[in-house]
C-alpha cells in the first residue's frame, strides 16, 4: 500500500501544487508548452516520491505515467472544448479517476521492495537520527511498518484539502455560476477556504466533531450582512458545502485508513 500512497502524494504535488493556473490555460488552448512544463513536473514528483524503489526505476515508471498522464490531460481538455458548459466537475472527476486507476495499475505490476542502496543511504545520514528513532524510515525488504503508512496518509490528507481542495470548489463553483460570480467575492476566499478546509480536517483527524459547527459558524458570521444577496448567499452556500465536504471526506478517509 506504501506504493499507492506515495504515488497519489506524487499526483496531487504535481497536478495541484505546482501547477498554476497559466499551466492549465496554456493546456486548454493546446499549447505544447504548457504540456511539457506540466509533463516535467509529473516526471520529477514522481521521481522524488518513487525513487525509494531505486533511481532507475523511478525513473522509468515516471517516465511510463507522466506519458499516460499527458495523453489523459490532452483528452480531456479535447472533451472540454466539445462538451457544453457546466460539464467541468464531471471531466475533471473522471480524469481524476483515470489517474488513480493508473497508479494503481503500477502498483499492480511493481516490485514493491525498497532499494537497499538507496535505503543505506538515508540510514547513513544524519536524516535517519531524525526518523529511525521513530520507526519511519523504511526497511530495504519493503516492509515499511504501521508507523510510515500513518505518516503518509496524514500528509497525503492535509496536503488534498490544501492544493486540491480549492480546484475542486472552483470546479463546483465554475459549474454552477457559469455566467459571473458574485460582486461580494473575493480572492481572499480561496485562502479562508484552505484554513477552514485544514482545521475541519484536524477536527475529523482528532475525533473532535462536535466542533465542526463553530468553524462553519464562524465563517458565516462574518459574511453575515452580504447573505441578504441571494446571489452570494446561493455562490457562498455551494461553496461553503463543497468545501466542507472535500474536508470531511478527506479526513474520515484517513481515519479509516489509520484504523487499519
Known amino acids: 500500500m506504501t506504493f499507492v500512497l506515495l504515488g497519489l502524494l506524487a499526483h496531487v504535488f504535481a497536478d495541484f501544487t505546482f501547477q498554476s493556473n497559466d499551466l492549465v490555460i496554456l493546456k486548454k488552448n493546446g499549447c505544447l508548452r504548457g504540456y511539457l512544463y506540466h509533463g516535467l513536473g509529473v516526471f520529477l514528483c514522481y521521481v522524488a516520491t518513487l525513487h525509494l524503489y531505486g533511481v532507475s526505476t523511478a525513473v522509468i515508471l515516471g517516465a511510463a505515467i507522466t506519458l499516460v498522464h499527458i495523453l489523459v490531460d490532452w483528452l480531456k481538455n479535447l472533451a472540454w472544448r466539445k462538451l457544453p458548459p457546466g460539464k467541468g466537475p464531471s471531466i475533471f472527476a473522471v480524469d481524476q479517476l483515470i489517474h488513480v486507476i493508473m497508479i494503481l495499475a503500477a502498483w499492480n505490476f511493481m516490485d514493491t521492495r525498497f532499494s537497499r542502496d538507496i535505503i543505506s543511504f538515508y540510514r547513513g545520514t544524519v536524516v535517519s537520527k531524525a526518523v529511525i528513532s ?69 477536527l475529523v483527524l482528532v475525533n473532535a466533531f462536535q466542533s465542526l459547527g463553530f468553524v462553519l459558524a464562524a465563517k458565516s458570521l462574518a459574511r453575515f450582512s452580504e447573505l441578504n444577496d441571494m446571489k452570494f448567499a446561493e455562490y457562498y452556500l455551494v461553496g461553503t458545502l463543497t468545501s466542507a465536504t472535500v474536508a470531511l471526506l478527506t479526513g474520515i478517509g484517513a481515519r479509516w485508513f489509520l484504523r487499519l
Open 134 to 202: 521513530l520507526s519511519l524510515l523504511p526497511a530495504p525488504r519493503g516492509d515499511c511498518g504501521i508507523i510510515f503508512d500513518r505518516v503518509l496518509v496524514i500528509i497525503l490528507a492535509y496536503a488534498v484539502v490544501i492544493f486540491a481542495g480549492p480546484v475542486i470548489v472552483r470546479q463546483v463553483l465554475d459549474a454552477f455560476f457559469l455566467d459571473s460570480q458574485p460582486a461580494a467575492v473575493t480572492r481572499a476566499g480561496k485562502y479562508i477556504g484552505i484554513v477552514e478546509r485544514t482545521l475541519m480536517l484536524t
